[in-house]
């Protein structure tokens, strides 16, 4: 299984930053790590307490910090024009498959759109292995040459993260 997160920005005003952050993280090999840790005390916090801060700048620096990151590093990378253009870059490609809000996923190229309970991605994921199975595919070689190869999605999933 291949996870794949790409920055879909649909408050600007308010999540711009923390998704430059998510590149700033990736810098210093920290990236899911702080994808989860501002989910929770970020993006969950705020919607508890519809506190805005909890988005903003330094909620996010001091995350950074907790996580054990170099802070004045971090804030520069932030915001870098190099973390605005990754940010950009995944909007533009979000945008040639025409998602428009999240949560947002693929499946073996297959788009599905809004939450779903676990059981729901169970169901999908199930019935693509089947697929992938009765293709005589090696599990190896399965997404480059029948998803990738054939065209079913061109997403640039296995670009490095941001140095």
Known sequence: M????????VHPQTVQKAHQATCAAAKQQKFLGFYHAFWEKGFGAYSQSRDPSKLGEENILAIAKELGMDPA???TDMDSQDCV???NADMQELQKFK????????????FVGGALPKEGFKQIIDQQL?????SGVSAA?????????KGEKAFKSAAPAPH
Do not use: H, L
């Open 85 to 87: 253009g990754f940010v």
């Open 2 to 9: 291949r996870v794949v997160y790409k920055n879909m920005v």
């Open 141 to 149: 070689d399965y997404y480059n040459k029948e998803i990738m190869g």
């Open 130 to 134: 089947k697929v992938a199975e009765a």
């Open 99 to 110: 998602v428009s809000g999240t949560p947002a996923f693929f499946i073996n190229g297959k």
């Open 73 to 75: 590093r971090f804030k």
